[in-house]
């Protein structure tokens, strides 16, 4: 890759990329752009850098990864559109692409909307001065091709769609909230390993700004590893509350979130990585009660089954039911469905009413926020529904120990491993815990399970022949999470 102007010159110069980060209230933006580079900086400019990076100067060299832990609001998409569009458009890289090859710029997003926000940044940069619109050849949804043969793609956070190109740069904005629950409870580390070959042969770089979450992951890792005088030269770690990156924002706006969760505040506004969050469980831990193989389970004559329902209003999340019996002390799934949206609530009550039957279940526990529609849906079909009698982080409690001891043989279904083991223990502010999904992600799956095995275990085991017993519905309940309680039209 070489340059055809340096950071510095293409952000003082209007006809370049001057209007972009324009203002006092960027300086620290272009401090870090500027040295990540490899460009020097000024005395003033490297107390900026070092206040950062808690390292002495800047590296001189163009870094191989840069790692930027940034408060919410902190202009990161912004930041890195500009950085896009510079090493897009104001870059030579035919050194490193064979002829006739195309090098891509790669910006990943959580998801495509938040992507789409930075190519529409990177295009306002280019139209904003006349030199480099001339470089525009075509804009489609998720890409910005380039006169030069250069294009800027901008993609979801999704590792089985990222392999295979030639990458002149990587750029990965709020890579702590990347979830892609078909691929691994690891999505940031997945993706990443999947990109970094497009970028061995050009030697481009990757670079990531994010908001903190908890203490895991590439960001983590990252930072945990490379910040201050100790880190790798080449990989630059910064950490800057939205403040000292954003000026403009009130301090109000921090000092109320504060107010209402110190915790959440410390992470999103004065980027500090969370300490209340932990882990659940290990997938390896999840993995070891997994029958291999196994994706469903007959019923059995004289055996007694329970069944657990998470209902769903049909737009946003699943709906999802686990069937389960008992052998000795062992909780044994035996069937576990996913409907997800969109669907028709009804129909996917028939099919669930159906297949409880199947296994002479006549009688299945659900959340109690979903109101009266899943009973009166339910009992219309010839199977009661009663509330559950625990909340789900109370099933979730409940979960572990037969988890971590293998007295829960569960089927082999990677969408029930990774929402077990991507699940995460908080710590309020009065010292109780709380456990459920990661912001973004989904439980669906593991909530039915969850649900299913205290059923089975809560249950003495049945003899062959006798009924079973009649429940009784609780006191207690279970958070909806389908959203908005569905009004049926009984069509």
């Known amino acids: 890759m070489k340059p055809r102007f340096t950071m510095r010159q293409a952000l003082d110069d209007p006809a370049l990329l001057g209007a972009t980060l324009q203002g006092p209230s960027w300086a620290a933006w272009r401090v870090l752009l500027i040295a990540a580079m490899g460009e020097r900086l000024t005395p003033a400019e490297r107390r900026i850098f070092s206040r950062l990076t808690g390292r002495a100067r800047e590296p001189l060299k163009r870094v191989e990864e840069a790692w930027l832990v940034i408060g919410r609001r902190g202009g990161k998409s912004r930041a890195l559109a500009a950085l896009a569009a510079y090493l897009s458009g104001l870059c030579d890289h035919r050194d490193v692409l ?45 890409a910005l091709e380039l006169t030069s043969g250069i294009a800027l793609e901008v993609r979801a956070a999704s590792f089985r769609r990222l392999r295979g190109p030639s990458f002149v740069a990587v750029l990965a904005d709020e890579a702590a909230f990347w979830h892609d629950s078909e691929a691994s409870t690891n999505p940031d580390t997945e993706i990443l390993n999947a990109v970094r070959p497009g970028l061995a042969t050009t030697g481009g770089p990757l670079l990531c700004a994010s908001s903190p979450y908890a203490r895991r992951g590439a960001l983590w890792d990252a930072h945990r590893k490379h910040f201050g005088p100790d880190g790798d030269k080449l990989i630059m770690v910064a950490q800057a509350p939205t403040r000292s990156l954003n000026p403009t924002l009130p301090q109000r706006v921090v000092d109320r979130a504060m107010e209402r969760d110190p915790a959440a505040a410390a992470a999103e506004y004065l980027a500090q990585f969370r300490s209340d ?88 526990r659900g959340d109690r926020y979903a109101g009266e529609w899943p009973r009166e849906q339910f009992r219309q079909r010839g199977v009661e529904y009663f509330p559950a009698d625990k909340t789900k982080s109370d099933l979730y409690v409940d979960l572990l120990a037969p988890l971590n001891s293998a007295r829960v043989d569960l089927l082999d279904n990677d969408r029930l491993v990774t929402q077990l083991a991507g699940l995460e223990r908080r710590t309020a502010r009065s010292g109780k815990d709380s ?57």
């Open 277 to 364: 969050i932990e882990s659940y469980i290990s997938r390896e831990a999840v993995e070891a009660t997994v029958s291999r193989g196994v994706r469903e389970r007959a019923p059995l004559p004289g055996v007694q089954y329970f069944g657990f329902v998470d209902p769903s209003g049909g737009s946003v999340d699943s709906m999802t039911l686990a069937i389960a019996h008992r052998e000795a002390d062992r909780a044994i799934i035996d069937c576990l469905r996913e409907v997800r949206p969109p669907f028709s609530p009804s129909g996917v009550v028939a099919e669930f009413a159906t297949l409880l039957k199947s296994y002479r279940v006549r009688q299945v």
């Open 435 to 491: 456990i459920d999904h990661t912001p973004g992600a989904r439980d669906d799956v593991a909530n039915a399970v969850a649900g299913a095995v205290h059923l089975a275990l809560a249950r003495p085991q049945p003899r062959v022949g006798l009924a079973a017993p009649k429940l009784v519905e609780p006191s207690s309940h279970i958070r909806w999470i389908g959203g908005e309680v569905p009004q049926w039209s009984g069509r």
């Open 98 to 142: 064979a002829p006739g090859e195309r090098g891509i710029v790669l910006c990943i997003a959580p998801d495509q909307k938040q992507a789409g926000i930075i190519l529409d940044y990177a295009e306002a940069a280019f139209r904003a001065a006349p030199i480099m619109a001339q470089l525009i050849g075509s804009r489609t949804a998720d």
